[in-house]
Structure formats: C-alpha cells, structure tokens
C-alpha cells in the first residue's frame, strides 16, 4: 500500500471516529484522559521495556547524548506523563465557549464559538513523551489526532498508543481517535504533509531543520513550533545574588530542551566583576564555553573559545553556551533580534524602567523578568501538557494547550428574517 493511501485511510478513519468526540460531554472527554492515565501507569513496566529497546538501538547509532535524554523514559517521567494527563483532564472545557454575542439590527442573534479543529496531525523527533502530551490536548480539544514520531522512538511509541488505544475501549469515545502513523520511511511524512482536505492542521515539534521541512513542504496548514536560540541578559541593575542561579538553571536544568538558554549577555559596566563569577559557575556546571573578545580577556584560567558567527546562531540542546558583553538593554535586544529565534528571553534587573524597555523590544514568544527561561512551558503555566511552543504570530503564539487547538463557527439564528 501506497504511504498516500495509508495516511488518507488513517485520516478517514480518525474523521469518522472524531463524531464520538463530538458527541461526548467535558466530563467524558476528562473521563477518557484519567482512564489513559491509569493504564499508563498500570502498564508503566512495559512502557520502559520498550523504550529501552529504543535506547540500545539509539546507543548503537552513536546518537549524541542530548537526543539519548529526549528519548529516555524513566519511571519518574512516565509518571509525570500520567500526571500530565490528569492535569489536562481538570482545565476547563475549551469548547463551546462564547467568544463575540452580538443581536443585529434585524433581529437576528450572531455567536461565535469555539469549535475543535478536527483531525490533527503531529510529526515530531526523539521526545516519546510527546506522544501522549499531543493525544490528551488533542482528545480533551475534541480533535482527533494522528501521531507521527521518529523511527528513533517507533516502540515507545507503539505501546503507548495501544496502552491508550486500549484505555479509550471502556470509554465512549472511540479509539480510532488516535492514529499512530509508520515512521518507517519519509514516505509517510510527506503522505502526512500533503493531505489537504483529509487532515485539517499538521504541528511539527523538534529540531529547526524538521520545522522548516515541514513548513516548506506541507499543503496542509501549519502551526510553527519554534527552535530555541534563548538569551539571559544580565542588566547593569541586576541583583547578581539572583543571576547566577537563574543562570544555572536556563542552561543546566535541561538543555536538551528549547527552552534552554544558549547565549548568556552581560552588561559592560559589571562586566569585569561578574563574567569571572559567571563562567566559573558556569565551568564547574560542565558547560562548554565560547565567548567574544572582551570575555575571552576575563575569563582567566577558564577554558573557551572564541564565539563565531555559527556560535551565535546555534541551539546547542547541550551544555554548551555563548557569552557576550554588550553596553546597554538597547545592544542586548540588539543581539538578540539578529540571533534569536524568538522563542524565551530573559532580563535580570531591579530597574522596572530597563525592564519594561526589554519586554518592549522582544519580539519573542515569551520573556522572563528575574527568572529562569525554563519556564516557557505548558505545564508550568498551568496548561497540563504542552503540544508545543509556537514562536508565529498567527493564532496561537507560545506554549499551546487547549484553546489553542480551537478554532470557532458563527451560530447565526434568526426567526424567519431574509437578506434584501
């Protein structure tokens, strides 16, 4: 069977499937997510088996060690998926809800309401966890969803969508609902992509070059997730007490992650009190370091070298991280417009005025004032799971839950009333 006939019968099927959603109440759909939670739980040990099927194969292909952290399921984050399910499932129903109520001079009533999508496509790399992130928004959203991971991850991801597959039969909800779609060739990414008219939006979620295919490449409409070429600015006002942790935790906690910091600025005039304080923090955390003249001219016994332009643009996704003194919170924003990818930004500084005038100048998805980049994501703000960070503009714009995977009709009632 041809990829193209493959992915439109999965479509076709999760359409029709979809209707049970669309006849569910929120206290079934958040029934669903709970019974997914369970039997994530219950069948936690078979989930890390095959996830470590995944490992040896990823050990194998010599795959770098920040994809290795991506892929691996331990029984604390399979947990934290279960987790994040119920957390989904106690949000408020996104759907139906009243956006404009207007009554025309004819009499008749205008409303417009949020509606699901439909069906909903994901193609992602590596992160198995987001298999389970993107089916509960998507369910509790009334969308189904068909799930295209990597081939780096094809059991894990197996099992976890029959382990959810298999939830979904003691519900009312349909488990055709969720699809899961063969990574074992291109084929059926480009299938996926070129879609149009069986599948209503296609979100990819991984790395830049991944992004970009699929924005260039797909006829279906896109929501751009974003790479993560993420700053700290540390201001001339800022309280240094504060910094170096916040430091820290942007670029250490994670850096796999998008969210991570990968290029940290540094006010001139702290400069050469702070940049040693920095990069030993920075040093003893493992982290790599490249810097530009004037750090290199701080940095004393601590190893670097020196930052490229390549440097400058790169989202490490390891430890590793850029240094740069620059002279004001205009040179930083600077900086930042030419190498971010306006994902996270982040100022430390007890100056409201030089504060305001960064947030005014990112023109980013989400930016930190005195705390750590690591913030920008779903589950910290409150959303359960995230189905991704968006860096576009249109429609929904930095961590996604469940409105974002709305879109809304026009309910036009009249009684008898006709166009002149």
Known sequence: MSATKLVNGLADTARAAARTLSAATAVERAGA??????????????IIAANEEDMVRARAAKINDSLLDRLLLTHE???GIANGARLVSKLPDPLGITLRHSTL??????????????????????RPNVTVDAAVILLMSGNAALLRGSSSASASNQILVTVMRDALKSTKISPDVIQLVPSDDRESVKALLNARGKVDLVIPRGSASLIRMVVDESTVPT????????HVYIDEFADLAKAVPIIINSKVQRPSVCNAAETLLIHSSIAKDFVPVALKALH?????????????????????????????CTEYGTLEMNVAI??????????????G??????????????????????????VM?????????????????????????????GPMGLEAMTTTTWIVTGDGQIRS
Not at 107 to 122: A, K, S
Not at 344 to 361: P, Q
Not at 373 to 390: H, L, N, P, V
């Open 33 to 46: 997510l709970n019974a997914i939670a369970d039997a994530i739980l219950a069948r936690s040990a078979e």
């Open 105 to 126: 001079p004819n009499g008749i009533d205008l409303r417009q309401v949020t509606v699901p999508f439909g069906v909903i496509g994901m193609v992602y790399e590596a």
């Open 369 to 397: 004032v005195n705390t750590s980049t690591r913030f920008t994501d779903g589950e910290q703000m409150g959303f359960g799971a995230e189905i991704g960070i968006s860096n576009q503009k249109l429609h929904a714009r």
């Open 223 to 230: 929501i751009e997730t974003g790479a993560g070429v993420c």
């Open 77 to 79: 984050r399979v947990e």
């Open 284 to 312: 003893e955390a493992g982290v790599v370091l490249h810097g530009d003249a004037q750090v290199l001219s701080l940095a004393g016994a601590i190893p670097m070298s020196r930052a490229t332009e390549e440097n400058w």
């Open 341 to 366: 990818t306006k994902h996270t930004e982040a100022i430390i500084t007890e100056n409201k005025a030089n504060a305001a005038r960064f947030i005014a100048l990112s023109d980013c998805a989400a």
């Open 326 to 339: 620059v002279d004001s919170v205009d040179a930083a924003s600077e900086h930042i417009a030419k190498y």
